[in-house]
């Protein structure tokens, strides 16, 4: 439709996106464990503002940049060929970059120390296998909604989100720059950067699986003979 | 306004929607359990992800299969004749056999054994009214939206559940082949094997009782002599 | 555009729309109270639910009758001059029995007896000032949005019932009919008939004001001599 | 698109929205704080409401005046040259009346004095820095989706609001009006008037901050010298 903008903007908004992102992921995960006892009251208040602010954050930078704000993603445009590998290479530093800026903010707006290591064990074949299913979920849900319903893509990631932060029993990272500027806070949201790895590789592993079904499933409908009228479902 | 996709593209939408599903529903009720002993925010932790899923499953399903998910639904599109009988028994296969995957899936992900038969008891008049109040509410919903505002289905699907959820005794499960994959858990929402008939049983009388209501109450209005001008209600 | 559908079908729109919605606040609120002892619980509990099938229901029955569901909302559009006054009469009768039928629904979900009645002292000049100030609101919400984004109603007043539960002290009846029929439930959401006239005036009050303040601040704009380009604001 | 309205429907549009907005903060506030004794509940009272009057305010009263019930937000448009500075001033004082009157209307609803003097302590470095990084984010996601789609900013700023109330330490007043109607509240939502220089200029702060970089990040795309066709991300 239009020209896509050049590589710096799109970069800064790549970096302010991961940034919002992980600062809300971050900030309202210490938030909600200061102000209760009851975990899961605590995941909820670290759910409802993150799906909150990817609607925004995708509606408003997407136009932009696509709104990738995750490694995992921009590889699966690049394997597309919807964007060049070295512009997917910096794509990927500036949500790095980003995440951990995030992670900066929100200690900063919470007393915290700048960063802290954190100490939180995320690891076992059930993590992996949830960071799986969780990409792949996600990945599905981009492709899908790019094909079916661009529009609501903003609202689709949120709602996503939303639901595999409570049915993956990883709480859905789902994203490897987030994984990253996460093991850099010692708090509610944190991940122990030992266990990155495991959650990284799982996450490529979950995008590509979706990659590849949607490849299939999305495809063009096999024209029958003479077309029939498709009922309203 | 488009053909339709083949039957195989089909089944599989129909396979992975209703696992997913299951999957947040298993899921989220494992995980809303582990983290906390207040059984309304248990509620609440598995409504939300619910709600959500259901939203993103049918956006991006919906266009391929038609995101049924149900086979009370399914039932439904047999009896209007927009789908063929046999086409509706291999989604109710889809169905079943895609919810009992999603139990499995979220089990793994929450290191319980692949099946374990539930125990949790749900049966007598009361909790039998509830499925059949709740599926004449979603089944109306789903025609009637369909016949006013088709692009808004995946919403109101949603946000139906996630008022019945609450305002049905039986916490809504109102679809058979969920409610099949739920007595292979014995976990938060999981139901007794022996209750499943009554369940399922009146899950279709809501749905049929709904899909009359609508025969009469959506048909088109009868026109006035002189059409009277419709003010912006 | 169309012809409005004829009486009998916009009664039953009536009165299947204000059953399912008492249903889902009387039962919302049963279940809600069951499972916790946290009152804020409970009435987020009782909230969710609320607001989700408002939207729902205005979505499905709105091109049917208006999906009014409230007397002060009836008697505004007879006001306008929008509905005849007999047929208000008619609605009005509709959603009284619809509410009714609603809380009876509720009770034999939850195996409560048909109906009782409440003991709940909801009466003062703050509660009134309450039910004034959420009516006007929510009479309001409908013209505003009925003026502006006349699809985007049914959300509006979800959102603004979602918002009135907690910010008004009486938690945002709202509505006369709704409100008998939450008189003969002796649980959570009920109230003492005889607090019932104060609430109805202070509904009907809120909406007429709310009506007249509209009637002025909605008025087309006043053409500039030369016409300003409105910024997108 | 239509000459906008006059400039009293302008004013009473602002004043009634920023009324409502502080009755729903101040409001829920008491509400939640009176029904339970978890702080994160009660934030979370707090949260939904705030978020979902937020966009019922901006829909039906943004094609009025504009919506903006922000004095940091006005000063941005006067800043940009579509509001005449005389204009924003008297949008400003329209703002200010409609926030104290909230805050009236909340405590005579809940029984409590017309007014009283905050003794909450909101000061320090972090809490400015939070006040910025929230309004920041506000006036970023109104300058954005102004941009980018216009029709969804209310929705926007709704859940900018809600996921901010988590994310910031300060649980983002970013309004000066608000703020200043808060401190005539001693509830769960007040500020120490003390505390107010710090909070309001921290908030335009944030405000010129947002202006400046959507200045250039939102600008149009400089046009490759053949167009890139953009790929549907």
Do not use: K
């Amino acid at each position: 439709m239009t020209a896509r903008p050049d590589l710096p903007r799109r970069l800064v908004a790549e970096a302010l996106g991961t940034a919002v992102l992980v600062a809300t992921v971050v900030g309202s995960g210490i938030m909600a464990d200061r102000l209760t006892a009851d975990v899961a009251l605590a995941l909820l208040g670290n759910t409802i503002p993150t799906g909150a602010i990817l609607v925004v954050l995708i509606t408003i930078l997407g136009p932009i940049s696509g709104a990738h704000f995750n490694p995992a993603v921009t590889a699966v445009f690049v394997a597309r060929r919807e964007l060049a590998a070295g512009e997917g290479l910096a794509y990927v530093a500036a949500q790095v970059l980003g995440g951990v800026a995030g992670t900066l903010v929100a200690h900063l707006m919470f007393e915290h120390a700048p960063f802290a290591v954190s100490a939180t064990v995320r690891t076992g074949a059930s993590q992996w296998l949830a960071e799986v299913v969780a990409t792949f979920t996600l990945v599905t849900v981009v492709l899908g909604g790019l094909r079916f319903r661009p529009d609501a893509v903003p609202v689709l990631v949120g709602l996503t989100i939303t639901a595999a932060y409570w049915f993956t029993a990883s709480t859905s990272f789902a994203n490897p720059a987030v994984a990253i500027a996460r093991s850099l806070t010692d708090t509610f949201s944190g991940i122990r950067p030992a266990d990155l790895p495991g959650f990284v590789l799982a996450e490529f592993a979950g995008a590509f699986l979706a990659l590849g079904l949607a490849g299939w499933l999305l495809a063009a409908p096999r024209a029958a003979a003479a077309p029939v009228a498709t009922p309203a479902e």
